[in-house]
């Protein structure tokens, strides 16, 4: 299966298995499809439209619409962590690079450590690893619970996690195509 059917099957799986989640799932679903579908003439009229106002929110969005995966300029930053038997990785939030991650239990953006974990029972692949130092935090996804998960849709799907960081002082190092 190529990368944006499969994408396009996991968000259309994870809207069915998490219903607080369906809504931004199936808007992923269509984004993916416009992404994987769309050509350079389509890319050519979207980035002139985005010429005419680029500080409008819709523009910010659409640029990380055209801009998401694709290569970067610049160092990796991490948009989420994926756990699997071989060990931690971090995951580009600008080119979906997976790149070694700091030892377990480290920060990623600041090498402290401990973490605090919350997690979800909702997503019980996917956990929250905050920074009580530097107030950073990623999601992390375990493929070893759910082999099937697509780490940047999961990451995706997984906006009540967000919301908790973000309740409790956490930010991101990067947003995800949703700014979240």
């Not at 050509?39 to 801009?67: G, S």
């Not at 493929?143 to 990451?155: F, G, K």
Request: glycine share 4%; aromatic share 8%; hydrophobic share 40%.
């Amino acid at each position: 299966m190529d990368p944006w059917q499969r994408r396009i099957h996991r968000a259309q799986e994870l809207a069915r298995r998490f219903p607080l989640s369906a809504e931004l799932m199936y808007f992923y679903r269509d984004i993916a499809r416009f992404q994987s579908a769309h050509t350079a003439t389509d890319d050519a009229a979207l980035r002139a439209f985005l010429r005419r106002d680029p500080e409008a929110p819709l523009a910010a969005f659409l640029r990380r619409v055209l801009d998401s995966p694709a290569p970067h300029h610049g160092p990796c930053v991490p948009l989420a962590a994926i756990r699997r038997a071989e060990g931690r990785f971090l995951l580009c939030a600008g080119c979906f690079t997976e790149i070694p991650a700091p030892p377990p239990g480290t920060c990623p953006s600041c090498a402290r450590a401990p973490l605090r974990i919350h997690t979800g029972a909702e997503f019980p692949h996917i956990r929250v690893e905050a920074c009580d130092h530097c107030r950073a935090y990623l999601k992390s996804i375990d493929l070893a619970l759910d082999p099937d998960a697509v780490p940047e849709i999961d990451e995706l799907a997984a906006v009540p996690l967000d919301l908790w960081a973000v309740r409790h002082g956490y930010r991101k190092p990067a947003p995800n195509l949703f700014g979240l």
